[in-house]
């Protein structure tokens, strides 16, 4: 059945370096992939997506990087700060349900 | 804010009980998306519905069923419930089937004793 795999499942770097998270896909037909970053008991928020017909996406310290081929994508935070200490997930879609991630629990130390 | 509410935010209840859950989606938005949040099984999507009608299923049990009403509010009802089923339960919205982007409510965390 369709399976997202993320790696690593915690990440811990110093503030100021860059973080990278890793899925990778098994639906070939799955066309739009999600980040979500999630707070200790709150929702999951949208902070970029990416379409199949793209291979990258910036938005400020954020950028997602999309390899069709492989079937993986990543997500890479630069300069991080400790506000950005949260669980990401990515996540697979095809027109309809979101398939995620197991969630990557990041750490960002002043 | 993203528009979502869901309610109640908090539930306690005992196992064989049934519960409602609530979800009122963003202005406009047609589709509403269930999903289950336990701290062994990451994000699982349950259930969709587009404009009334259930669009698409995922991993739901028997025991739990949902519908989208006319106001484009939803419920999702878990009934005979088990310890298993305590878990923040999230409903998301979007436009419509072809919007990708979904976004979520503050979640109900249902804790069954």
């Known amino acids: ?110 | 804010d993203s528009g979502v509410t869901q309610t109640p935010k908090h539930l306690i209840t005992a196992t064989g009980q049934r519960v409602t859950l609530r979800c009122s989606p963003r202005s406009g938005d047609l589709s509403v998306y269930w999903y289950q949040q336990s701290l062994d099984q990451g994000l699982q999507f349950l259930i969709q519905y587009y404009n009334g009608e259930e669009r698409a299923k995922g991993n739901i049990l028997e025991r739990f069923s949902a519908q989208q009403f006319p106001d484009l509010h939803s419920e999702l009802n878990l009934s005979s419930l088990e310890l298993g089923d305590s878990a923040l339960y999230f409903c998301a919205s979007s436009p419509n089937t072809y919007t990708y982007e979904q976004y979520f409510g503050p979640g109900t965390r249902l804790t069954v004793t």
């Open chain 1, 1 to 110: 059945g369709e399976n997202v795999e993320q790696h690593p499942s915690t990440l811990s770097v110093q503030e100021g370096d860059s973080a990278v998270i890793k899925c990778t896909y098994s639906d070939s037909a799955s066309n739009y992939f999600p980040w979500y970053k999630q707070e200790l008991g709150k929702r999951p928020q949208l902070i970029i997506d990416i379409r199949s017909n793209v291979g990258e996406k910036k938005d400020q310290r954020i950028a997602v990087t999309l390899n069709k081929t492989a079937k993986h994508f990543s997500l890479h935070i630069t300069e991080t700060q400790p506000e950005d200490s949260a669980v990401y997930f990515c996540a697979a879609s095809n027109n309809d349900k979101l398939i995620f991630g197991t969630g990557t629990r990041l750490q960002v130390f002043p």
